[in-house]
Structures are given as C-alpha cells and as structure tokens.
C-alpha cells in the first residue's frame, strides 16, 4: 500500500481523451484522463459514472428537455470547476467537453466493465486502458 500522486501520474502520459488507470477499487477503478475538445455523444445503460476536475474546468453537456432552464439548441451544459465533481447517472445521455483549448485533467470513479464510450462505437473508442 502506497500513497498515490495524482500529478506525478498525470506526467505520465500526454494522449487527450484516453484513459489510464491509477487504481482498483473492488469492481470499481480510478482512472485519469486529459479532455481537449469535445467527446462524443453516449451513455452508459447499468454504469454510473464519477468525473471529478482535478484541473480546469470540464463542461458537461446533456440532452435538455423542451424549454428547459439554461438550455441552448437542446442541450444543457452543467460546468464543473476544479475541485468539484459530478455523478452522470446510468442511462443518461452526455458529452464532455472542454473550452477555448484547454486540457481539462479529470479523475474518474466507475466499474470496471463500463465501456469508455458506453453504446457508441467511435474512432476514438479505447477498449484497454493502460495502467501507471
Ligand atoms: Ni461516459
């Protein structure tokens, strides 16, 4: 058992958008990845999924319901700081994504089994994430 370094394991890869695995948590896993630009459209039907916002600021699309407050051309955006986290719930549809060319670093809290781009098969679909 060792204490692990958040920043020290970001140093270890450059890659957008592909995840890496500091840690296993029953069937649970940490994973770190580095979001540049926007992802793609999906969901996870049995997973949720934790995102917390180790640096930058994640934007996290949604599908908006009609006339939904805060809502623009139907999706609804929630920001999340640093320092802060948001749970998407399984089933629910979501984007992340980032602004004005930033790399945002996130940690990620999810089961082992949960597919990195849920129902969607995309080029940049990762099926084994490295682990550091
Ligand atoms: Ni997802």
Redesign the pocket.
Known sequence: MKAINIKEKFSKFHKNWHPHQIAVVDDMQVILAKLKGEFVW???DNED?LFQVIKGTLHMQFRASTGETGSEGGIRTEIVNEGEFIV?PKGVE?NPCTKNDEEVHVLLFEKLCTAH??NVKHERTQTEYPKI
């Open positions: 999906h969901s996870h999924e998407v979501h781009t849920g």
